[in-house]
């Protein structure tokens, strides 16, 4: 039951604290500081991965 009520907690606002921090509240009425050393921790490994054949890497557009 408890992971139900988690999965349906939201976050509802992301406002700016300082210069390297952020405040979040979320929907159950609670709310979290973070610096962003924090939330870098917090965030999945990913990896640049070579792309299949047939797909082109976006190109951005030239002026001239």
Known sequence: MLNTARNEIQIISV???G????IVAFSDGTTGAY???ELLGLRPCR???ERPKGQNHPQTPTTN
Not at 19 to 22: C, L
């Open 15 to 17: 406002e700016k604290d």
């Open 35 to 37: 610096v962003v050393e």
């Open 19 to 22: 210069n390297d921090g952020v």
């Open 47 to 49: 990896q640049l991965n």
